[in-house]
């Protein structure tokens, strides 16, 4: 019988909202199986009204929650296991967090480049792409994708792989909510225990300038490095810098040009665990962070960029601002390989504003021509112009006919749906 947790039942406050938007769904169904997942599908279609996909809750776009509909919460399904003794193959549950997931592959000596919050869930991350602490070291989480398995609209399961459907395999990595229901992700993982990981705190009297020095050590930087940088509109930036690798010789090499970014206010740098870098908070999804983001990928940090991230963060909206590093590994990827096709970039901008503004949307229509293309895990805002930024033509042409073939019905369109 599927576990259904409905209006009443004492677990309902516990499942009904996410990290990022309370909700009122009239059910959540947590399945136990892909069998499960598509038996709630059915029941989810016959009762009609919104549907939401969840696996960590963890989504900025707010949609694995809703009003009155269905959502399907694949928190059970969160296993974590190696699936030969001695090698690198895991297989990962989607309601698994990617904090969870460092630790418990730690003992084996693996470990997975996901993103910086240890709160993410794996579904979420691994459908889209996964920039992480060590993207330029090792590519992005999708690309350690070598198998996943997937529920379609249909209700049908389908193990998909480069030589098994390899079309809704493309379609996984990058698109997946459009396609189905994810249900377990085969990966192969790094031999990478540990890693050198620096934190450095700047002060940050001009925004503009600051982001071009930042950018050009960047890129100068051996692709060991991967490095994120969160600047606030107070003068102050602190910068996470990761190298792979337990050589601390080459790590300190490649760590000290940071240091000449800008004034440092504080540093410190250690060899430590990968799974201490990606740790989990386990705090419960009450709606508490009321994000509202806009996000581009840059290749370089220069021209006019700087200064209109500067003019942006001066409107005095609250905006924050998240540079990732992208490239190296990642851009040794075809961009047709897989359906996130953003592979020649080296920056993901991303702005956070507390809530709606319609001041900080303005200011980052201002910015917005600076950018090449658009990461769908880092936006609130979706409509037609977004879903064009996030996928190029050719991506989005071969992603609407894998669509048409497995969701006639539009049934999953809360995602950037391609349809
Ligand atoms: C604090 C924070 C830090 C972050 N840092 C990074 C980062 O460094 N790098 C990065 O790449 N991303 C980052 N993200 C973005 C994150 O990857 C996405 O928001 C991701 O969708 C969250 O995954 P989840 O499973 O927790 O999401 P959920 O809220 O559970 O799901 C979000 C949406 O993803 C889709 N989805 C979820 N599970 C499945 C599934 N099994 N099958 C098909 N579709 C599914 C559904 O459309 C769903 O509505 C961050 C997010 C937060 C909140």
Redesign the pocket.
């Known amino acids: 019988m599927l576990d259904i947790i409905r209006p009443g039942d004492p677990r309902y406050p516990g499942v009904r909202h ?3 938007a309370t909700g009122s769904p009239a059910a959540v169904i947590r399945p136990r199986s892909a069998v499960e997942v598509a038996r709630a599908l059915r029941l989810a279609r016959e009762t009609g009204g919104p549907l ?13 929650t809703n009003d009155g509909g269905t959502v399907i919460d ?1 928190a059970t399904l969160n296993s974590i296991e190696r699936l030969d003794p001695d090698g690198n193959l895991v297989r990962i549950g ?2 698994s ?1 990617w904090g969870d997931v460092a630790a418990a592959l730690h003992p084996w000596g693996l470990s997975i480049s ?4 240890g ?7 691994a ?7 060590m993207g330029r070291a090792h590519g ?2 999708i690309d350690h994708l070598v198998a996943a398995e ?1 529920v379609t609209a249909d209700g049908a399961i389908h193990t998909v792989d480069e030589e098994r459907d390899p079309d809704l395999f493309w379609a ?1 990595r990058g698109a ?2 459009n396609v ?4 377990s992700m085969d990966f192969s993982a790094a031999p990478v225990p540990v890693v050198a990981h620096a934190a450095i705190q700047f002060r940050v009297d001009r925004i503009a300038p600051f982001l071009r020095a930042w950018g050009k050590t960047v890129e100068s930087a051996p692709r060991e490095i991967s490095a ?1 940088l969160y600047l606030s509109g107070g003068g102050f930036a602190l910068a996470t810098v990761v190298f792979t690798g337990d050589d601390t010789d080459a790590a300190e090499r490649a760590l000290v040009p940071f240091l000449r970014v800008g004034p440092v206010l504080g540093r410190r740098a250690a060899l430590v665990p990968y799974a201490a870098v990606v740790t989990r908070t386990g705090m419960p999804h009450m709606g508490q ?1 009321g ?1 509202h983001l806009h996000n581009g990928f840059a290749v370089h940090l220069d021209g006019m960029l700087g200064d209109r991230l500067e003019a942006l963060v001066a409107t005095g909206s609250g905006a924050m601002l998240q540079i ?1 590093s992208v490239g190296g590994a990642i851009n040794d990827v075809d961009a047709g390989a897989t359906a996130f096709a953003h592979r020649h970039q080296n920056f ?1 901008v991303t702005a956070v504003a507390g809530g709606p503004s319609v001041e900080f949307d303005t200011a980052w229509e201002a910015v917005r021509p600076s950018l090449d293309g658009l ?1 769908l ?2 936006e609130t805002a979706f409509s037609p112009e977004r879903l064009t930024e996030a996928f190029p033509p050719a991506t989005l042409s071969r992603l609407r006919e894998i669509k048409r073939e497995v969701d006639p019905d539009n049934v ?1 369109d ?2 950037f749906p391609v349809a």
Do not use: E
């Not at 996901?114 to 919050?117: K, L, R």
């Not at 459908?127 to 602490?133: F, K, N, Q, Y």
């Open positions: 996410v990290y990022t939401s996909v969840r696996s960590g809750g963890h989504g900025i776009s707010s949609i694995s694949l989607p309601g967090r996901s993103g910086d919050s709160d993410v869930g794996v579904g979420g991350l459908t889209t792409a996964g920039i992480g602490l992005l989480t997937i996984v997946g909510a189905g229901i994810v249900t994120f962070q994000a990732r993901s990461y895990s880092f999953f809360q995602n």
